[in-house]
């Protein structure tokens, strides 16, 4: 009788054990499918905030508060009317070859970086356009195109010409059967998707009933990317990203101690643990932090990821270049 007693016990011991670390097993998998650049380690970047860019700033003899105020203010009229036709003229203030001949990584990863570097000469434009209309620095959306889209080379990216992962809304007969778990009888045109996207697609992120926004080009994605972080919102809630443009300003550096406080009930990250206890960063870090704190992304790192690949390839450049012209 106790024989067959512990028999039983071993065996619904046993069952658990087998249904824990099958459960373990479901979740880390679908960690590493969520998060395949989670790690810093495997993007080719050097992995601190380097001198690089104030060397940048002095190069070019410094920026103007006059530069700086009418950049914020959207002066375009002291500059002789709009800027739009020197994009290409802008872009040019960054240069693939002089990024590439300062990388020493190993040859896959130099592969990578020629890919990022090919990724950032085809679409500088779109992120300037961007950057003088609603003030998104250039670098910072360049560097979270890179990250969501795999520098153009995901299967949503190249599917959709989503670039920054933008969700597409379910609608009110959508969410009945999320919260129902029928997400078999869901349909792409139960998702909302907001212009300019033009519809909606099913692919596989945090839940498995995810759709993604598609758009007829890429630069339809960048110009959905700026109304996600411009859009009027409560500072403090998760999800909003207007506030960072205006408090981290381009061509500064600038203390993130207040906005972590903020927004430490939701993130739950302390100011000095956002940069190795470093709590004044050039701008460009500080709006890193900024779409963190509020909820951006995921990733532990992702402040760092964005910092980093903004750093290795010197993407404040295009920022300066535009500031420059309002001088």
Known sequence: MLRQFLAGIFEITHG???????????????????????EVSELPVIREITGNYQQG???????????????????FQAV??????????????????DILHKLRFSKSK????????????????????????????????????????????????????????????????ARRKIRERRYADLHNHEFIPVAPAIGAWRFHDDNTYDRFETYEAVGDSYAR??????????????????????AYPPGQEHDIREAAAAFYHRSG?????????????????ACAAGLKMAGYATSPTYHKKITYLIETYELWRFDLALLKAFE
Request: proline content about 2%; hydrophobic content about 45%.
């Open 16 to 38: 658990i054990m087998l249904t824990l670390l099958f459960a373990g097993a479901v979740i880390a998998g679908l960690y590493v499918y969520q998060n395949r650049w989670d």
């Open 57 to 75: 700033l002095q190069a070019i003899g410094g920026l103007s508060g006059l530069a700086l105020e009418r950049y914020e203010m959207g002066d």
């Open 80 to 97: 002789g009317g709009d800027l739009s036709g020197q994009l290409p003229q802008l872009a040019r203030a960054w240069n693939a070859d």
């Open 110 to 173: 130099m592969r990578q970086a020629e890919v990022f570097t090919q990724y950032i000469d085809q679409h500088a434009e779109s992120a300037l356009r961007d950057m003088l209309l609603r003030q998104v620095p250039a670098s910072v959306k360049l560097a979270q195109a890179l990250l969501e889209s795999r520098a153009g080379q995901s299967g949503l990216a190249r599917t959709t010409n989503n670039h920054f992962g933008i969700k597409a809304r379910p609608n009110a007969q």
């Open 225 to 246: 990317h700026t109304q996600l972080l411009t859009r009027d919102c409560t500072f403090g809630h998760t999800g909003c990203y207007a506030w960072i443009w205006a």
């Open 269 to 285: 990250i302390a100011a000095a643990d956002f940069f190795d206890g470093d709590t004044r960063v050039p701008y460009y870090a």
